[in-house]
């Protein structure tokens, strides 16, 4: 497995800020697959969308994922929907630990409405962007890790992400007894 840390959740979940503090906390380089897509395509996220559509977008997100490939020891903040089709919590797990930043659907609703353009929010109503959170949660779920967003701001989720990733290289005796027991 590879050692990278990678950052999978919703929009609005806060992978950018927590990714950021992690990279910081841990003396990593902090890498988002939207960035190295808009490097690529000298275009931002919205213009991509609105030009060549959401289908071509998917498309640079799969050459993206097999970049990720030559990455090592970074923190990795994917796009909210990178990591929800066939074939890439396993392609994504293989490149490192994969933590999910989760969050009420509400909230993260609200946080992605308030910063940022997102294009996979225009021209959606409130329950359309339900329905794709709710499509997109058993990837989600599938996660190494899963921290709680849940009234935290980004430090304190930072700091939640740094102890479970311990936690998962150096089980405490009691969640090791736990994990014992329970096989
Ligand atoms: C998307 C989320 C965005 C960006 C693109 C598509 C999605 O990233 O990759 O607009 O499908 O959920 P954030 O999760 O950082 O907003």
Redesign the pocket.
């Known amino acids: 497995m590879g050692d990278n840390v990678i950052l999978v ?5 806060g ?2 800020s927590v990714g950021r503090l992690l990279a910081r906390h841990l003396g990593r380089c902090f890498v ?3 960035d190295m ?1 808009t490097a690529r395509e000298g275009r931002s ?2 213009e991509i ?1 609105a030009e060549r559509g ?1 289908a071509h ?1 998917r498309a640079l ?1 799969d050459e993206t994922v097999r970049l990720l490939a030559l990455k090592s020891g970074d923190v990795i ?6 990591y ?1 089709r066939e074939g890439r919590p396993a392609a994504l797990k293989a490149l490192g630990t994969v933590v999910w930043l989760a969050g009420e659907f509400d909230a993260l609703y609200e946080r ?1 409405r308030r910063a ?1 353009e ?3 929010l225009a021209g959606r109503s409130r329950d359309e962007v339900e329905a ?1 959170y709710r499509a ?1 949660e058993p990837y989600y779920r599938q996660a190494d890790l899963v921290v709680d967003t849940i009234g935290i701001g980004p430090d304190q989720v930072a700091q939640e992400v740094l102890r479970a990733l311990r936690e998962r290289l150096a089980p405490s005796p009691l969640a090791r007894g736990r994990a014992e027991g329970a096989r």
Not at 77 to 82: I, P, V
């Open positions: 959740g919703f929009m609005g979940a992978k950018s988002e697959t939207d897509i996220i919205p969308f959401e977008f997100e903040a994917t796009g909210g929907g990178l929800c992605a940022g997102r294009p996979m794709l997109r």
